[in-house]
């Protein structure tokens, strides 16, 4: 879960089918698959991209962000600046999460937002697209790349749980009760402009231990922390071990949970990591 004080990116707004990439960021709304409008933000960086153009090599990071994130997050927009160094990055809000619209799932759905974000990468010219995922993200990238055969290069999964239901500890039986009561939803709405749908899941998704054997022979990277709150090490060794000899995992000294306990040391790592692993 994350949390934090609502920034601002300045960004042109485009269409993403047609547009030139001028190296300016750039913002837009995506459609998914269900119909909900994604607010997104693409920065090349000081790249410049032709959408028109046959795809480029060069490399692009699609950021999913932890539950209560959002595309104008300081902490996201910190993640997307590291990213950057690396190649391009396209940070969104999922659904119910910010400007974007909808209801938040809390992981079901939101395949289908990173989806919309991906498709937009490829579009604007990317040979070589990586997911990264931090919690809430984390789980949906690996869901996604389980799901969606074929459409990423490398997968990165940061303080990500192995499976659903989990509340072994303090925050996250907060963040049940943040989802599953009405005033804990009503919590979420005005206290962290998420706004939650009330529905419980059903069919209960595709948990991440069983997403991830069906990444191979994408490559995949899992990040935890040996001091996060959410999710104790048993959930990244489940994750590591269904993943077998494809999947490399790293428990990081000292590290909590999700973007804000990611160091730049780390960011440089994982960016360094994705740039000789994607494609």
């Known amino acids: 879960m994350s949390n934090g004080q609502a920034g601002h990116v300045a960004c042109s707004?485009?269409?993403?089918?047609?547009?030139?990439?001028?190296g300016r960021p750039l913002r837009t709304f995506l459609p998914t698959a269900d119909g909900i409008s994604i607010d997104s933000v693409y920065d090349p960086g000081a790249v410049v991209y032709d959408a028109s153009a046959p795809p480029?090599?060069?490399?692009?990071?699609v950021v999913a962000h932890g539950f209560t994130g959002d595309v104008d997050r300081p902490h996201i927009r910190r993640i997307a600046s590291a990213l950057a160094r690396h190649g391009a990055v396209v940070t969104f809000s999922f659904r119910?999460?910010?400007?974007?619209?909808?209801?938040?799932t809390v992981g079901d759905r939101e395949v289908l937002d990173l989806d919309a974000a991906v498709a937009w990468a490829r579009r604007l010219g990317h040979a070589r697209v990586a997911t990264i995922g931090f919690?809430?993200?984390?789980?949906?990238?690996?869901?996604?790349?389980?799901l969606h055969t074929g459409t990423v290069d490398a997968v990165v999964s940061v303080s990500a749980p192995a499976r659903w239901y989990y509340r072994?500890?303090?925050?996250?039986?907060r963040l049940h009760w943040l989802v599953t009561r009405p005033a804990g939803r009503v919590v979420?709405?005005?206290?962290?402009?998420?706004?939650?749908?009330?529905r419980e899941w059903n069919p209960v998704p595709?948990?991440?231990?069983?997403?991830?054997?069906r990444i191979a022979p994408t490559p995949l990277l899992l990040v935890h922390g040996d001091s996060d709150g959410y999710f104790p090490l048993d959930h990244p060794r489940m994750l590591a071990e269904a993943a077998g000899d494809h999947g490399e995992l790293w428990v990081e000294h000292g590290m909590g949970h999700a973007e804000h306990a990611a160091t730049d040391d780390l960011l440089t790592r994982i960016g360094a990591w994705t740039a000789a692993r994607a494609g």
């Open 168 to 173: 072994g500890t303090a925050p996250m039986r």
């Open 135 to 146: 919690s809430m993200g984390g789980s949906v990238v690996l869901r996604h790349a389980a």
């Open 206 to 213: 595709l948990s991440p231990v069983e997403a991830v054997p």
């Open 96 to 104: 119910g999460h910010g400007r974007s619209g909808g209801r938040s």
């Open 56 to 61: 480029a090599r060069d490399l692009v990071f």
């Open 13 to 22: 707004t485009v269409r993403p089918t047609t547009e030139t990439v001028t």
């Open 188 to 198: 979420g709405r005005y206290g962290f402009r998420t706004r939650i749908h009330h």
